[in-house]
C-alpha cells in the first residue's frame, strides 16, 4: 500500500472517522465487555468502498431514517491486532484529537492482547473514559 493511500485513508478518518470502544452488556448476569473499534462513516459510497481495499474492514449500509436522510455507509474495523495495525498505518498523518484517541485505542488493544480475558485494569479504564470524553460532541476539554 502506497503513502499517498495512507494519507488519502487518514484525511478521511480525521473528517468522517471515530477511534471508539464500544461498550457491550451481555446475558443476564450483566457482564460488560469492551470493544474497540475504528468506525467511518459517509454517504458517498465510492469513498468507503476504496478504504476496505488498501486497509480491510466490513462495509455496511444504514438504513434510511426517513424520506428527508440520504442512504449512508459506514466501515467498521474491529479486532485487537486490526486496529493496531491500520492505526500505526495512518497514524504519522493524523492530527489533533484523532491522532490522541490513535494513540488510546492502540494503548487499549495492545492491553487486551497482553492481558487477555482478565478483567479491566484501573489503566484501561481510564483509556475507555479518556475516549469518551474526547469524542464526546459539543464542547470538550482542550487535548494536550
Known amino acids: 500500500?502506497?503513502?499517498?493511500?495512507?494519507?488519502?485513508?487518514?484525511?478521511?478518518?480525521?473528517?468522517?472517522?471515530?477511534?471508539?470502544?464500544?461498550?457491550?452488556?451481555q446475558n443476564k448476569a450483566k457482564d460488560?465487555?469492551?470493544?474497540?473499534?475504528?468506525?467511518?462513516s459517509n454517504t458517498e459510497k465510492e469513498i468507503?468502498?476504496?478504504?476496505?481495499?488498501?486497509?480491510?474492514?466490513?462495509?455496511?449500509?444504514?438504513r434510511l431514517k426517513t424520506d428527508k436522510h440520504?442512504?449512508?455507509?459506514?466501515?467498521?474495523?474491529?479486532?485487537?491486532?486490526n486496529i493496531i495495525d491500520v492505526t500505526e498505518k495512518i497514524y504519522p498523518f493524523l492530527i489533533g484529537k484523532k491522532k490522541?484517541?490513535?494513540e488510546l485505542i492502540i494503548k487499549f488493544c495492545q492491553s487486551r492482547i497482553k492481558l487477555g480475558?482478565?478483567?479491566?485494569?484501573q489503566e484501561e479504564i481510564k483509556i475507555i473514559e479518556e475516549?469518551?470524553?474526547?469524542n464526546k460532541r459539543g464542547i470538550s476539554s482542550s487535548i494536550n
Open 100 to 102: 490522541k484517541s490513535a
Open 131 to 134: 475516549l469518551k470524553e474526547i
Open 70 to 81: 440520504k442512504e449512508s455507509y459506514f466501515l467498521l474495523i474491529n479486532g485487537f491486532q
Open 32 to 40: 460488560i465487555t469492551y470493544q474497540p473499534c475504528i468506525s467511518i
Open 1 to 25: 500500500m502506497g503513502e499517498h493511500n495512507l494519507q488519502i485513508i487518514a484525511g478521511i478518518t480525521l473528517g468522517e472517522g471515530s477511534f471508539h470502544i464500544q461498550k457491550h452488556i
Open 48 to 62: 468507503l468502498e476504496f478504504c476496505p481495499k488498501e486497509i480491510g474492514g466490513a462495509l455496511f449500509t444504514n
Open 117 to 121: 480475558r482478565i478483567k479491566y485494569t
